[in-house]
């Protein structure tokens, strides 16, 4: 049949079992949205109040379902306000297919209204982009871009369509195949002989430890790792990305490791005699000084993407696949050689661990006066029972909620790890709230954080979306600021915010309920009638202006060099 090229957008993303689109429209994007307009019964469109956070809507949306976010967005601004979208999913493998309108092809490279290269501009922030100069390419060119967007390690993909192709007809021929593109054939199992040798290095092992990273979300490889840390008693140290894969109740989860992890992990990282890592990518926030990490252990590095393999960290043993095939592999084999039954006594390593929790790094003290941010974290997780899917910004109340609220499930912690996003919360919590509407969604967020994108408390009322947000309001820059009284003799540069919004207020002027506290006594109960209320609610948290987040690696240190905190 015949169809246009916005009408082929439409079709492919049906046929993908694409339901929800985020976007903004413009000039060049016309013939798309007056396509989506028409379809709108079967394809529902998120009108975003800017570019960013419609991308990193589609990220959020992308990770508590485990399915590809689509974003559309016309050209010039509109692609270049992507660009923090596309490099936050970029560094946490997220998977979007970002639709990108351009000018018609006759005038590209002529400096026409509304035109940039979208295509070189993100070609350093996208696993691949495209740019469709013929109508005959649009359907497969598509079809390719959700397939290398959630096969092997995951990304962002962006098509760039000029809009006479998206008003051109051409032929169309639905297809449900599966995409093979020669250049691109990801590895899924693990070798064999690898696999088998990893399992008899942990069996002789006498100080194992999991380190396991967003990887392990990313493929829904969270059984298996729970099956092999119960089978064979092994701890377990999460990466910031990796949050949820085991209940931190589990008693083998040992919290997250590195700059802000806990004492635990970090001490033992420090002294095991084999490192498992599996999908986490070895990141300077986790290692710290790279010459002191893990320095008595063997290492064990399974992942699908053999260009992490040994990039920061020289390994022993690489397993190259996707880890849930792998762990797959493992368990089955552990099952089949019994090797529980022949595996070393890890009584004494556990004893150890033991004794390292009793330092309760975690440990502070909440007065009578003052709010301290970790005591808002505490309560929320204790309403929640830990089951929120929980969304944050960047900065201290990022690290104190990865610490004190316990995650039980996998696909409940939305966070920029890599890139580091502010703003990034808000649209985020947007894009989970829209997948899971049934669900309790918070975002956590800072007074710095929030206004980056706090525009999209526009569309949070536009959908009548009941998003829970939580400010941590200390009137700084926190994370900059503790930065600055720990390594730069207490010199605030440009980071006390002196001016900040009435949140209570400028929640009301949207349609939202707002409320605020500063007393101790009060927080649960804000907390209760902000979670009871049926719509989108913004609590305000005067917390204590200068709490800082420990423990502390400091930057270029070794795990072991930890600041414990003034009660330590």
């Given at each position: 049949?015949?169809?246009?090229?916005?009408?082929?957008?439409?079709?492919?993303?049906?046929?993908?079992?694409?339901?929800?689109?985020?976007?903004?429209?413009?000039?060049?994007?016309?013939?798309?949205?007056?396509?989506?307009?028409?379809?709108?019964?079967?394809?529902?469109?998120i009108l975003s109040r800017h570019e960013q956070g419609a991308v990193h809507a589609a990220d959020g949306y992308a990770r508590v379902t485990g399915e590809v976010g689509v974003a559309i967005v016309t050209s010039g601004p509109g692609a270049t306000n992507t660009v923090t979208g596309l490099a936050t999913a970029y560094m946490d493998s997220i998977p979007i297919v970002c639709i990108s309108a351009q000018?018609?092809?006759?005038?590209?490279?002529?400096?026409?209204?509304?035109?940039?290269?979208?295509?070189?501009?993100t070609r350093s922030c996208t696993k691949h982009n495209y740019l469709v100069r013929d109508v005959r390419d649009l359907a497969r060119v598509i079809r390719e871009a959700f397939y290398i967007a959630k096969t092997g390690r995951p990304g962002p993909v962006l098509v760039d369509i000029p809009k006479d192709v998206t008003n051109t007809l051409c032929e169309y021929t639905p297809s449900n195949a599966s995409v093979t593109i020669r250049s691109y054939r990801p590895t899924i199992k693990g070798h064999i002989r690898q696999v088998r040798r990893a399992v008899e290095m942990m069996q002789v092992a006498r100080r194992p430890l999991l380190y396991t990273g967003g990887g392990v979300i990313l493929a829904n490889a969270w059984k298996g790792l729970q099956q092999l840390s119960k089978s064979l008693n092994l701890p377990v140290t999460h990466t910031l990305m990796g949050l949820g894969a085991v209940p931190s109740t589990d008693k083998r989860f040992i919290g997250m490791l590195g700059m802000h992890g806990t004492y635990e992990a970090n001490m033992a990282v420090s002294h095991c005699d084999l490192l498992v890592a599996i999908g986490a990518r070895f990141d300077d926030r986790v290692t710290g000084k790279i010459a002191a990490?893990?320095?008595?252990?063997?290492?064990?590095?399974?992942?699908?993407?053999?260009?992490?393999?040994?990039?920061?960290?020289?390994?022993?043993?690489?397993?190259?696949?996707?880890?849930?095939?792998?762990?797959?592999?493992?368990?089955?084999?552990?099952?089949?050689?019994?090797?529980?039954?022949?595996?070393?006594?890890?009584?004494?390593?556990?004893?150890?661990?033991?004794?390292?929790?009793?330092k309760e790094c975690l440990r502070f003290t909440q007065g009578e006066q003052i709010i301290e941010p970790q005591t808002v974290i505490e309560t929320l997780c204790r309403l929640t029972?830990?089951?929120?899917?929980?969304?944050?910004?960047?900065?201290?109340?990022?690290?104190?909620?990865?610490?004190?609220?316990?995650?039980?499930?996998?696909?409940?912690?939305?966070?920029?790890?890599?890139?580091?996003?502010?703003?990034?919360?808000?649209?985020?919590?947007?894009?989970?709230q829209v997948a899971k509407p049934d669900q309790q969604v918070i975002l956590v967020t800072g007074d710095g954080s929030i206004q980056m994108n706090i525009q999209e408390l526009g569309t949070c009322l536009q959908?009548?979306?009941?998003?829970?947000?939580?400010?941590?309001?200390?009137?700084?820059?926190g994370m900059v600021r503790q930065w600055q009284e720990f390594f730069y003799e207490g010199r605030y540069a440009q980071t006390d915010i002196a001016v900040s919004p009435d949140f209570v207020k400028l929640a009301e002027a949207y349609g939202a309920l707002g409320l605020r506290t500063e007393r101790p006594d009060e927080v649960e109960a804000i907390l209760r009638?902000?979670?009871?209320?049926?719509?989108?609610?913004?609590?305000?948290?005067?917390v204590r202006r200068e709490s800082n987040v420990y423990p502390m690696v400091p930057a270029g240190k070794a795990l072991n060099e930890m600041i414990l905190g003034e009660i330590l």
């Open positions: 049949m015949q169809l246009t090229g916005a009408e082929i957008v439409v079709q492919c993303l049906l046929e993908q079992n694409v339901r929800t689109v985020f976007g903004y429209p413009g000039g060049a994007a016309l013939y798309i949205y007056d396509e989506l307009y028409r379809a709108e019964k079967r394809l529902t469109h000018v018609p092809v006759g005038l590209i490279g002529n400096d026409a209204f509304q035109e940039v290269d979208t295509v070189g501009i990490f893990a320095p008595q252990a063997k290492i064990i590095h399974m992942d699908v993407d053999p260009t992490s393999i040994s990039k920061n960290v020289r390994v022993d043993l690489p397993i190259v696949g996707d880890v849930r095939a792998i762990l797959e592999q493992i368990n089955a084999l552990i099952q089949e050689e019994n090797i529980p039954s022949k595996q070393v006594d890890i009584l004494e390593w556990w004893e150890q661990i033991g004794e390292w929790r009793k029972n830990g089951q929120a899917i929980v969304a944050t910004d960047v900065g201290q109340h990022q690290m104190w909620t990865a610490q004190f609220y316990k995650f039980q499930r996998a696909r409940h912690w939305l966070t920029s790890g890599g890139l580091g996003t502010m703003g990034y919360g808000l649209p985020a919590a947007i894009g989970a959908y009548q979306l009941p998003l829970k947000i939580v400010i941590l309001n200390n009137g700084f820059l009638q902000g979670l009871a209320h049926p719509g989108t609610v913004v609590m305000d948290f005067r």
